[in-house]
């Protein structure tokens, strides 16, 4: 990188501070910053975040050595987790899950994206000290823990940053787009979403038709509006991501918020009942795509009246809730198509 990268900006705070906040809001208690080189900036800034500081004289010889001198500052505790600071924008709810896990019985535990294992892993006391007394000529603490793999346990997140580092300008400049996304998952957490909710591969499909839907109308509203793509685009892939669950939308957003997803739960609680009025912004357009789309097929709202009427026929007050909602999506789709200056069949082209 040819800086420091500990001091790296990322949306307003350090790559330490980013690393420091996780931890800290996942629930760590205690956090040691080993430094090395750069020693004098990297412990001024830990210094102002209220972290305890070892310094690694040999850091010349590689992480290892770091690893062992930051274990030498640990005191009595009962496990510790190695966050190297270029993979700074690991979720607290990573964190806690991994914390979850040695609460379990776990003396070594990974987080896992899409299966494949990333940082931070934690490291209980057993093994404290084959550590400190290693000399490194094993391969260090990959080879170490790997002779002890039976006691290995994954924990699946949905945290694509714990494979995130940043190794040259170009991994920087991927992180500091990511830490201004806050909240808002890619799409590859959407599907490792859907992968621990259970979300049924139909379900997945017809999310994936509504954000094409929803893309449509954001690019339509280009000229007219300010809005989130990537917002509406990550909402639509996930809003019946609890699809099955009583009141899935309120579940789907907990689970989101659980996860991190703060940023898009709103849309995904309010995707069922829609706005009050015909205000158009990410949430309302979700709300409007989602009602023109059966399992993967966009339909007009016409036919989505004439399948209501029939499967609601006798239950009167599910049939005119089903009707206000379609009315609601209907006024929507033309406040849609004034600001457009298109009908709704230009705007979805080819979707139809």
């Known amino acids: 990188m040819g800086r420091c990268k500990a001091l790296l900006d990322l949306g307003g705070s350090s790559a330490l501070e980013r690393a420091v906040r ?6 760590v208690e205690e956090i040691v910053v080993v430094s090395g080189h750069y020693r004098d900036a990297v412990e001024a800034e830990a210094r102002r975040l209220n972290c305890a500081t070892a310094f690694n004289e040999d850091y010349g010889k590689g992480m290892f050595s770091s690893v062992q001198c930051g274990l030498k500052a640990l005191g009595d505790a009962e496990a510790f987790l190695l966050l190297p600071v ?26 896992t994206f899409s299966g494949r294992r990333g940082h931070p892993p934690l490291v209980g006391r057993s093994f404290f000290g084959a550590i400190a007394e290693d000399d490194g000529s ?15 346990r994954d924990v699946a ?9 940043m190794d040259s300008p170009e991994d920087y400049d991927r992180l500091r787009e990511r830490a201004l996304r806050h909240g808002i998952p890619s799409e590859a957490e959407c599907e490792v979403l859907w992968d621990l909710a259970g979300t049924p591969q139909g379900v997945r499909r017809h999310g994936e038709t509504v954000a094409a839907v929803a893309d449509r109308f954001a690019r339509a509203l280009e000229g007219a509006l300010s809005l989130d793509r990537a917002k509406l685009r990550s909402a639509a892939l996930v809003h019946d991501l609890a699809r099955g669950s009583e009141d899935h939308a309120e579940e789907g957003a907990r689970i989101l918020i659980r996860w991190g997803f703060g940023t898009i739960a709103p849309l995904v609680a309010s995707h069922m009942v829609g706005p009050d009025d015909d205000a158009l912004d990410e949430a309302s357009l979700l709300f409007a795509a989602d009602k023109i789309v059966e399992g993967t097929t966009v339909v007009s709202l016409a036919i989505r009246r004439e399948r209501m009427a029939r499967r609601f026929a006798d239950r009167p007050s599910s049939l005119r809730g089903a009707m206000e909602r379609l009315d609601r999506a209907e006024s929507l789709i033309g406040a849609i198509e004034r600001a457009a200056g298109q009908p709704l069949l230009h705007i979805l082209g080819d979707l139809t």
């Open 157 to 165: 997140v949905a945290d694509e940053a714990i494979l995130l580092d």
């Open 22 to 27: 996780s931890l800290r809001s996942g629930g």
């Open 86 to 111: 270029d993979v700074p924008l690991v979720s607290p709810a990573t964190i806690g899950a991994l914390l979850k896990a040695h609460d379990e019985g776990a003396s070594l535990a990974y987080p």
């Open 138 to 152: 094993r391969g260090g603490l990959r080879a170490l823990l790997a002779e002890k793999e039976t006691e290995a």
